[in-house]
């Protein structure tokens, strides 16, 4: 690294790329031993919005391909967004120009990682995404980087905030989810169409990346198993906590003997889990290795200042010029990855039936487990005001996937049943 | 990064050492891309001794510093410890053979690092050593690289396994230090002299790393405020988790003013603080910035498996060929530290009195407290069956320590006083 001047083109100015131009006209000189960072051609869809960063004495492109091809920077940062259309065709421009590529697109890397790792490895330069997972804690560096030594088992975690968000003000206000997406909608916390975040995609984006880096596959969006956040109910996040655990939407991805399972789904922590206490818009992961056992992180999983600080890191190792792969081997190395299904694996669940408050479905439930040869841990049944029936909760030990749902498909038959039988995993992380 | 092989070689066949043959020995492809690494020298004070990895077939050096010096290995990694001796020299005489070094040794890091940092620097080659602090949990790789972009304004964490788990292990127990002590030294959890964990020196050595890596600063040991846990007594364990708090060896550094203040203490933090909930053996540790918000990390502290990861990670970065200075800018730019007195400082503590149970005394306390403007954030009063006189404990809102200091010497003169007052501080992180 030499005092020389890195000149970065920069496409997308939302929330991030605001973000990161004031982080570059505060400090320049943020990377280490006197190098400095210029922004030297922005490009956005609408020149004159309104932007948190004053971008008007910046060389302005009205094509962000043309940015990404311009010589005149050497590095280029995407904070477009999306898988498909400008984004991917930018940084494709830039890789196939030779020039060092920084991006926070989640999508993007998901769905085209591999292709355009081999682009970026053909060309010898790097392209990073730390910005991509967990906001401006360092999940990609942690996993790619700090436990290249080690065999990872799992990684897990909480990937996205405004899910997050939505669950904790569900138990704290003890509002529906309807309301409290309402409300967060409106303070800003959820887009305008939150699909994307409260139906797991955006976690699913990252859990497929943390993936291919912990398991040196390439990262696969469709092999995800993906459920949201739409159906837990405040009866389950009740329930659940009198049984002492909380409802988390989780992204998980775990080694298995037939590959790497990978998925996201509101799961049940314990309350004293440090998973189950990262509450509001915090992001937080564990993994666990064969070496190191169970390390936690946890941080803003969003924002204009964690994001545009996790591009900056991303760009001091541009300037430090380290050459890895994009992923843990070559591209063309890269392990494919077929989805994992878990009917071997060993489940426990939580069970939540609303039942006839009658004689006997008690011993039904319990002997239709037993039979399946699922034992139960905990049991509780509790009369509610709401609604009519009785909610009968339980957890099992773990069990033979398969075997649970068995059990379940026969519970969901009992007469006794006034609704279909609720199951959530309980996380064993 | 190519396929070349790396040769290594390893002074210090400890745990740690034995952990990395270990590794290496199983997965010598760890780093990316194909390149693969050998141990083509060893180096240990007796060569029959027993170990946890076998070592019969590798080149054997007498001395360390031969084998820093020889060209039949490409990096020289240093497992030995010590500030000074054996352990120095050959890490200085690797460097002046132009040879990347990767070192766990905090005292060296903390003690001479700047100097160590110039002659690498010189050279142009590495010297990283992320196992010094924290084990296997990249603590390091985060400050140095993760958060380059963003202002560092505290790193407070828990970074001494052994006084964690000995303060864990007195509350959970009701044990006093001596038994609890005596007892982690049975199981091994403590050396049999344990000055350098329980006095606080080794978690020193730690936030003296840190607070360099966070603040451009030299590590300065010498600067480091250092009190250790022999006088953590189990009746302020209990009046503190009375108060909602937790005591722990808390290692800290703070941007002020006047520079970095890093001090290593027992403090009180409340009981649903992260770092109060980093039980036994863990490590883990904050850090606040101005962009990042919040940020914390946690993980195993120490052991062959964590640590040997630390070290591959390392030799990994050396591989991938990244530059960047030692610390965060060239040695001979980083800033002097001084030891940075805390009396301007607004202070929050904990004191505890031991008093007659006479009328008047609470009114002469809280009176002197408030004469110097100090205002009392919690009190307790609290019958305890051993010794005579009676505890009261309070703790103060946040007030200028100059204040408060002054404040407990007047409180300690007072007549009904059975025992010197003990403060320890608050933690506001």
New interface residues.
């Given amino acids: 690294?030499t005092d020389k001047t890195w000149r970065v083109g920069l496409a997308g100015l939302g929330t991030v790329g605001a973000?990161l131009v004031r982080?570059l006209g505060e400090?320049p000189h943020?990377?280490?031993?006197?190098a400095r960072v210029e922004i030297t051609g922005v490009s956005a869809r609408r020149r004159n919005a309104a932007r948190e960063a004053d971008v008007s004495a910046l060389p302005w492109f009205d094509d962000p391909v043309e940015l990404a091809k311009d010589p005149g920077n050497d590095i280029f940062v995407e904070l477009i967004g999306g898988s498909e259309g400008v984004a991917r065709v930018a940084v494709e421009a830039a890789l196939a120009a030779g020039k060092p590529v920084v991006t926070a697109n989640k999508a993007l890397i998901a769905s085209h990682g591999v292709e355009l790792a081999a682009m970026a490895e053909a060309k010898g330069v790097p392209l990073l995404f730390?910005a991509a997972v967990m906001g401006?804690?360092?999940a990609v560096?942690?996993v790619r980087?700090?436990?290249?030594?080690?065999?990872i088992g799992a990684v897990a975690g909480i990937l996205n905030g405004t899910s997050n968000f939505i669950l904790s003000q569900m138990e704290s206000t003890g509002q529906a989810f309807a309301q409290v997406l309402a409300e967060a909608q409106r303070l800003g916390y959820a887009e305008a169409d939150p699909t994307t975040d409260i139906g797991g995609f955006d976690a699913a984006h990252k859990i497929a990346i943390l993936a291919a880096l912990a398991f040196d596959c390439a990262p696969t969006l469709e092999a995800v198993e993906i459920e949201g956040i739409e159906d837990v109910s405040l009866l389950d996040i009740r329930l659940a906590r009198d049984l002492g655990y909380r409802i988390k939407q989780l992204a998980m991805a775990t080694h298995t003997p037939s590959g790497a399972w990978v998925r996201v789904h509101p799961a049940l922590l314990p309350l004293?889990h440090?998973l189950a206490?990262a509450d509001g818009a915090l992001n937080a992961l564990f993994i666990e290795?064969?070496?190191?056992?169970?390390?936690?992180?946890?941080?803003?999983g969003a924002?204009a200042?964690?994001t545009?600080?996790?591009?900056?890191?991303d760009?001091?190792?541009i300037m430090?010029?380290?050459?890895?792969?994009v992923f843990?081997?070559?591209a063309s190395q890269l392990l494919a990855r077929a989805p994992v299904t878990a009917h071997g694996a060993l489940e426990k669940v939580y069970l939540r039936l609303i039942v006839r408050d009658e004689p006997g479905v008690i011993a039904a439930v319990s002997e239709t487990l037993a039979e399946a040869g699922v034992s139960i841990d905990s049991f509780l049944q509790k009369h509610v005001d709401e609604g009519p029936g009785v909610p009968m909760v339980l957890t099992t030990h773990p069990a033979p996937s398969s075997a649970i749902s068995a059990a379940i498909e026969r519970i969901g038959l009992l007469p006794a049943l006034m609704a279909p039988p609720r199951r959530m995993p309980v996380a064993r992380i």
Same sequence: chains 1, 2.
């Avoid at 980087?145 to 065999?151: F, K, M, P, R, T």
């Avoid at 290795?289 to 803003?300: C, D, E, L, V």
């Avoid at 430090?320 to 792969?325: D, E, I, L, T, W």
């Fill in positions: 690294m973000g982080l400090d943020f990377a280490p031993a006197g730390e401006g804690t360092p560096k942690f980087e700090a436990l290249v030594g080690d065999e004293d440090p206490q290795g064969r070496r190191i056992g169970r390390m936690f992180i946890q941080g803003a924002g200042g964690p545009a600080t996790a591009v900056a890191a760009i001091a190792d430090a010029g380290a050459r890895r792969p843990q081997r070559a």
